[in-house]
């Protein structure tokens, strides 16, 4: 089983609607939680970090919870702009001095006009 | 320089060359990071460094081998490459050691076609 899992899509929305991306993860151990942005074709790039209280960044609202291991990324007024593939991050303490991002395989976004 | 850079853009390369993958970056971070990217996988980690002088297996290392000579730089060397290591490479830093819980910034790819 994977550690990150995502439902691919694509996800194919208008401007100006509400989208809601899903996120499992395996791993009771994980600690730390984001979600990324990756365009075609260019790299990732962090959108949000995911706290355990949850947390809003504009448009975009981020939440976790613990108990079901379940992340979720709602983006509200959907934007052309918005037009990408979110990945479900999750760091994973395995006991050592290092800690591992796991990524999800993405969850593809179109917003159409 | 700004961030990260990569180089070569993209190489296609014959089955059983050398190659080496460049990665430099100037936020004196101190981990690097190198990731393969393969449709319907998702990133996977090949290998690691915490600090300039170590490095560290991931989760997919074999067939690849890094060193981190100094901070700015983190090259990724293909040995004797072999069509399945075709992929979409990037390196990534992040400003702590390793520990994953700090942003990790992205370098542009490479992307690598072996036949």
């Known amino acids: 089983r994977k550690e990150v899992e995502q439902d691919p899509g694509p996800f194919n929305v208008p401007e100006g609607a509400t989208v809601a991306f899903n996120c499992t993860y395996s791993n009771s151990a994980s600690q730390s939680f984001f979600w990324y942005r990756q365009d075609c074709r260019k790299e990732p790039k962090l959108l949000m970090s995911v706290y355990s209280s949850g947390n809003e960044d504009g448009r975009f609202t981020a939440q976790l919870n613990r108990a079901s291991q379940y992340i979720s990324l709602l983006i509200r007024d959907s934007k052309l702009s918005d037009s990408a593939t979110y990945l479900c991050v999750v760091n994973i303490d395995r006991g050592s001095t290092l800690g591992r991002l796991y990524f999800g395989r993405g969850t593809q976004l179109t917003v159409w006009p | 320089i700004a961030g990260i850079t990569q180089a070569p853009t993209s190489q296609i390369l014959a089955a059983g060359r050398r190659m080496t993958l460049r990665c430099t970056q100037d936020?004196?971070?101190?981990?690097m990071y190198w990731y393969r990217q393969d449709l319907g996988l998702g990133l996977r980690l090949i290998h690691y460094?915490?600090?300039?002088?170590?490095?560290g297996k991931g989760e997919v290392p074999d067939g690849y081998s890094v060193s981190r000579a100094n901070t700015d730089d983190f090259p990724l060397t293909l040995a004797s490459a072999v069509p399945s290591q075709t992929s979409v490479y990037f390196c990534?830093?992040?400003?702590?050691?390793?520990?994953?819980?700090?942003?990790?910034?992205f370098g542009p790819g490479t992307r690598l076609t072996v036949l």
């Open positions: 460094s915490n600090t300039a002088g170590t490095t």
């Open positions: 936020m004196r971070h101190n981990a």
């Open positions: 990534a830093s992040s400003d702590e050691a390793g520990l994953g819980t700090d942003t990790q910034y």
